[in-house]
């Protein structure tokens, strides 16, 4: 049977049939990346992490570089809280995909929870001149908003937030520079958010720029 005739039963939910599918495609060709990719994904979906963390390092034994297992393992990673693995692995996908905005949005999320504040910038930035639609500029200074927030470096966020609202047009910086008003100059001229609710805006941020990438793949 295929690779494709597997992904065919996958389509229909199958898993079992896809399952056994796959491994006779190994069985074929033991060097067959995509199989091992497609069977390690089974496995994660089964809750079976470690079974799926050593199928996709076979995959990248044979085929360094493969994108679906590295970024696999670095999901894995970041699910189990070995967050220095996961920043070797969003890192390692990031230099494996230059032009890849997603790439670089994955490398600043797992900068930011490890506190690595300026690896997140340089991934922001770099996301920023890599995505080439104007109306996602706005999510790249949300991401550098949030990262002078973290520094409380507020002259700096205010910066930012001034330039987010000139191409936001959805109007989602609002509070955020309502709140970074406050922290320069005492007060503001509306009703100044929470800290907690600014960071929660700017992860929704994070989370709906990653949703319009992968609904473009």
Do not use: C
């Not at 389509?11 to 069985?27: H, I, K, T, V």
Request: no cysteine; charged share 35%.
């Amino acid at each position: 049977m295929t690779l494709e005739e597997a992904r065919a039963s996958l389509e229909e939910g199958d898993l079992e049939r896809a399952r056994e599918a796959l491994q006779r495609a190994l069985e074929n060709d033991p060097n067959d990346s995509a199989a091992l990719v497609d069977l390690g994904y089974l496995a994660l979906g089964a809750g079976n992490e470690e079974e799926a963390t050593e199928l996709f390092r076979q995959a990248l034994e044979r085929e360094p570089g493969n994108i679906d297992a590295l970024r696999a393992i670095a999901t894995i990673h970041g699910r189990s809280g070995r967050a220095e693995d996961a920043f070797d692995a969003a890192n390692a996908v990031a230099d494996a995909q230059p032009e890849d905005p997603l790439a670089a949005l994955e490398l600043a999320e797992v900068a930011l929870d490890l506190g690595r504040l300026d690896e997140a910038a340089s991934a922001f930035q770099r996301m920023r001149g890599l995505d080439d639609d104007l109306g996602h500029e706005v999510y790249a200074f949300h991401g550098l908003i949030e990262v002078e927030l973290r520094r409380e470096n507020w002259r700096r966020a205010l910066d930012l937030a001034v330039d987010a609202t000139r191409v936001d047009r959805a109007g989602r910086t609002t509070d955020i520079l309502a709140f970074v008003v406050a922290q320069v100059f005492g007060k503001a001229d509306r009703a100044v958010p929470e800290l907690a609710e600014v960071e929660a805006a700017l992860a929704r941020s994070r989370d709906e720029h990653r949703r319009l990438h992968l609904e473009a793949w």
